[in-house]
């Protein structure tokens, strides 16, 4: 068994390409429905304010590009892809069906942060506290369950026998373009 600090240092790249994969996801239009196995539930995703990036130059040097702002262009962040980067975080603007919500995954922990819920009914009374908090539980499981099942189907591609052949390829040609 794996000490886990030597599983974390091993294993920790999968993080930052599973964002890297995510962005190519979002921006190939790629059913998340197919994807992910949620039928039953109309899921959309786009980026939101924010996106890092970050390239190893060798020798301990990263450069780290930090894209912000609710127009910004990606150009940069492609650039950044071109020359070997990955995403090391980003800011997400997650739909499921007609509730709303907004956070940011960063890539080496997988940690959502800035988890904002639809809102929720305003509380009365303090009888009204236990539902609301229930309530408030239930919307934040539906991002970590869609986070959970595009985290699933990214792991199932990328130890395929196909992920070099067709994904790969299909990563390698969008960030050309």
């Known amino acids: 068994m794996l000490d886990i600090a030597v599983a974390y240092n091993k294993y920790k790249f999968l993080g930052n390409e599973f964002l890297t994969w995510l962005w190519y996801v979002i921006e190939a239009d790629i059913n998340l429905g197919e994807l992910t196995q949620i039928k039953d539930r109309l899921i959309s995703i ?29 150009e940069e962040g492609t650039m950044a892809l071109k020359k070997g980067g990955v995403v090391t975080e980003i ?3 997650l739909k499921i ?31 009204e506290v236990e539902g609301a908090v229930l309530e408030k539980v239930f919307l934040c499981n539906n991002v970590f369950e869609i986070i959970d099942a595009l985290y699933s189907a990214y792991i199932k591609r990328r130890i395929s026998d196909t992920w070099t052949a067709q994904d790969l390829t299909a990563m390698r040609a969008w960030i050309q373009l």
């Open 46 to 74: 786009k980026i939101g304010n924010s996106i890092v990036l970050e390239n190893s130059l060798g020798d301990d040097a990263k450069e780290k590009i930090s894209i912000k702002g609710d127009d910004a262009g990606l």
């Open 91 to 93: 800011n997400l603007n």
């Open 97 to 127: 069906d007609e509730a709303e919500y907004r956070f940011t995954i960063k890539g080496e922990s997988m940690n959502i942060t800035g988890l904002k819920t639809p809102t929720s009914g305003k509380i009365e009374g303090p009888d």
